[in-house]
């Protein structure tokens, strides 16, 4: 099947600093989806970005989907931004309507005051 | 708009018992998958159904089943619980292909 790799696999910050995460995909994807993990284990929605750029705030998500990697750029960092960051896709060989993900390991990042 | 639910939010069986979890999905959704995370094994999917059937199946083992009802609310059932199936359980639903919105999660504890 296909493989996710998420990097780095832990990441630690000041409040206020910048971060890029990356996951790579082995295969053509037809959905890429970030995510956050919350300290109670809920997985909170913050891109479907299976090509292209996107902005939300102080995030922004970038897909290169012909070179088979995404990254999450975090800016500004706050406490608040602590967690696990997960990449999940779902390979285009799946065809439509599939609706598995398969997910990286994820990246734990802790931002301190 | 209501988010998707999960119940119950904790659990502790013990080897042997077995376990029914519910999701209730976005309204409107009528997909509903399940996704079981361990600190091991990371997240994994279990199966996905879509108006009522089966689309998907992970790789777990036939203890692990689920249905789905024509309200689109699902259940998965997991039976003579073992030691390694203690896990956050996590349901996910959406409409098209594009974003899969989570549950909270159901921590299950098999003593």
């Known amino acids: 099947g296909i493989q996710v790799e998420q990097s780095p696999p832990d990441l630690i910050l000041q409040e206020g600093a910048n971060s890029t995460l990356r996951c790579n995909f082995s295969?053509?994807?037809?959905?890429l989806q970030w995510f956050h993990q919350n300290p109670w284990g809920q997985l909170i929605n913050l891109f479907y970005i299976p090509s292209g750029t996107k902005q939300n705030g102080r995030l922004s998500a970038t897909t290169v989907a012909t070179e088979r990697y995404s990254l999450l750029y975090i800016s500004s960092s706050q406490t608040t931004d602590s967690g696990v960051y997960f990449c999940?896709?779902?390979?285009?060989?799946?065809?439509?309507?599939?609706?598995?993900?398969?997910f990286g390991k994820g990246t734990k990042l802790s931002v301190i005051p | 708009k209501a988010g998707v639910t999960q119940t119950p939010r904790y659990l502790i069986k013990t080897r042997g018992q077995q376990v029914t979890l519910s999701c209730s999905p976005i309204?409107?959704?009528?997909?509903v998958s399940w996704y079981q995370q361990t600190p091991g094994q990371g997240l994994q999917f279990l199966f996905e159904?879509?108006?009522?059937?089966?689309?998907n199946k992970g790789n777990f083992p036939g203890r692990f089943s689920g249905r789905q009802f024509s309200n689109s609310r699902s259940e998965m059932n997991v039976s003579t619980l073992e030691l390694g199936d203690s896990a956050l359980y996590l349901c996910?639903?959406?409409?098209?292909?594009?974003?899969?919105?989570f549950g909270p999660g159901t921590r299950l504890l098999v003593l």
């Open positions: 999940a896709v779902e390979p285009a060989y799946s065809g439509a309507g599939s609706y598995q993900l398969t």
């Open positions: 295969d053509s994807v037809n959905n």
């Open positions: 159904y879509f108006s009522e059937t089966q689309r």
């Open positions: 309204s409107g959704h009528r997909s």
């Open positions: 996910a639903s959406g409409r098209s292909q594009e974003t899969q919105y």
